[in-house]
């Protein structure tokens, strides 16, 4: 007998596992973790007691169609229950879109800096990733449709974008849209909508009702909700692509007290609101705290900001270790082709003032050697 292991199929082992932020520094018992777009507030209090209301029913089974908390988001956002899938994050519901409409001879479009999930979905489904160049670091619609061949199946675009923090104008998206043959399903990953000047992100939604069945919009409750350890994300849908995606997700991708957060989450307006302002006023004063020592920001639609610090004439995996040896995880930009930026989440006006000093310790030379134990 021939020992011959099992073997996945063909490209799984060249994806490149997804490397999230760090959370732990040695030497430091407190860190800023500033490393993974958590939201700065943390969860409502009401989603939290909500969550520990149900430690009585963790034996039982979640509501599988989460028919509650559709009802809850349509409530919130305007929208029609039934046309709404929840997933254990959106990344769950990225996944299944990318093997539902990608696969062995087709091609998924991604763009130069996306989300790097979204090219390892694809890979994971089998699909050919084509990448689209960027225009200062933004999206670039006509780059994306000079990507278009018959095989193309699937475009996968997060807006605002993460890393960049970048923005393609909603208009733009809908030339995108226009461009694409019609049986090309888009995805607009809008994990960062409730920080814009539209929380609701109507553009999309309205996208995703007159497109023609063939886009989709992708959210979360992991960025200003807070409740990123809960895994809960919710796709809005054609109904026939909603169709596919509850024939193909697990039954149970969304847990019980996931959803019963979730919805408590959704009902506490104010705790979203001050997330709201929060982000705004100290993601400004981060960016003015950044620009006094020289260093430009890239994108500013989330609640982060890519810091170019190789722009400014420094290094940024120095940068990084100043920041860690004062107890700050940021995220380098390394694997994502931006080594001369980090990626910084706002954080409390705590946090931003330690990020501040740091950087301003950094930048006059004096960081680094002070180890501070
Ligand atoms: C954070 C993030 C997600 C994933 O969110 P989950 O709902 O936690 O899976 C998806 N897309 C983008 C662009 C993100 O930044």
């Known amino acids: 007998m021939t020992r011959m292991p099992p073997v996945p199929r063909p490209g799984i082992l060249e994806i490149a596992a997804y490397v999230g932020g760090e959370a732990k520094l040695g030497g430091h018992n407190r860190v800023i973790k500033l490393s993974s777009n958590e939201g700065a507030l943390g969860p409502s209090p009401l989603a939290v007691a909500a969550y520990e209301a149900e430690k009585g029913e963790i034996h039982r089974y979640p509501d599988g169609g989460a028919a509650e908390l559709r009802a809850a ?12 899938v929840c997933g254990a994050g959106s990344d769950d519901l990225l996944c299944l879109l990318a093997q539902a409409y990608g696969g062995p001879g087709t091609e998924t479009i991604v763009t130069e800096h996306a989300f790097a999930m979204h090219p390892i979905y694809a890979r994971y489904a089998g699909s ?114 909603v169709d596919v995606l509850n024939r193909i997700r697990s039954p149970f991708n969304a847990s019980r007290p996931a959803q019963a957060a979730a919805i408590a989450a959704l009902a506490d307006v104010r705790h979203v609101e001050a997330s709201r302002a ?16 020289g260093i430009p920001v890239h994108g500013t639609e989330g609640n982060f900001v890519l810091a170019d610090f190789a722009a400014a004439g420094r290094d940024a995996a120095a940068a990084d270790a100043a920041l860690r040896a004062r107890g700050i995880i940021v995220r380098p930009m390394g694997g994502y ?13 705590e946090e931003m003032a330690a990020v501040a000093e740091a950087v301003a310790a950094f930048m006059s030379g004096t960081a680094g050697e002070r180890a501070r134990a």
């Open 337 to 349: 082709g931006l080594p001369g930026c980090l990626r910084i989440t706002i954080g409390t006006g």
């Open 278 to 293: 929060h982000n705004a006023r100290w993601r400004r004063w981060l960016v003015e705290a950044l620009a006094a020592h």
């Open 73 to 84: 988001i349509g409530a919130a956002w305007g929208l029609d229950p039934e046309r709404i």
């Open 128 to 241: 050919t990733v084509v990448t689209a160049a960027e225009r200062g670091l933004t999206a670039d619609v006509d780059a994306m449709l000079a990507c278009v061949s018959p095989r193309t199946t699937l475009v996968l675009l997060a807006n605002p974008n993460n890393p960049t923090g970048t923005m393609l104008p909603w208009e733009e998206v809908r030339r995108l849209r226009r461009g694409l043959p019609e049986h090309v399903l888009l995805v607009l990953d809008a994990a960062y909508a409730e920080y814009l000047d539209d929380p609701r992100c109507s553009a999309a939604i309205e996208l995703v009702d007159e497109a023609g069945a063939n886009t989709v919009m992708t959210r979360t409750f992991s960025k200003i909700y807070g409740l990123g350890g809960l895994r809960l994300g919710w796709a809005y849908a054609p109904a026939a692509i």
